[in-house]
């Protein structure tokens, strides 16, 4: 059984920045893909970054030049850092591994941008 766990979120003013975590029960590196994604009230689960292992990583259009997705193998953790953050990216972020068909989630973390 796969485990995710998030950390990280918070309320953060316009224009903050706030860094999420993602720990991994497993190797990272038996993934094809780790990522994030979010979901804001009323509106359907969204990709915001991912990292296809070993090949490229994606960014949506709404957060590319402000927030960076990375890994670290060596403790099984995925980064989301996010900059420059703006009230539209308030969601709950949910962490992602997929392998095949295999598709594991966290719990998610609540990020509020807000003055």
């Known amino acids: 059984q796969v485990q995710l766990v998030e950390s990280g979120g918070g309320l953060v003013q316009p224009g903050g920045s706030l860094r999420l975590s993602c720990v991994v029960s497993?190797?990272?590196?038996?993934?094809?893909?780790v990522g994030w994604y979010r979901q804001a009230p009323g509106k359907q689960r969204e990709s915001v970054a991912y990292?296809?292992?070993?090949?490229?990583?994606n960014y949506a259009d709404s957060v590319q030049g402000r927030f960076t997705t990375s890994k670290d193998n060596a403790k099984n953790t995925v980064y989301l850092q996010m900059n420059s953050l703006k009230p539209e990216d308030t969601a709950v972020y949910y962490c992602?591994?997929?392998?095949?068909?295999?598709?594991?989630w966290g719990q998610g973390t609540q990020v509020t941008v807000s003055s």
């Open positions: 992602n591994a997929r392998q095949g068909t295999s598709n594991h």
């Open positions: 497993r190797s990272i590196g038996i993934f094809d893909t």
């Open positions: 990292i296809r292992i070993g090949r490229s990583i």
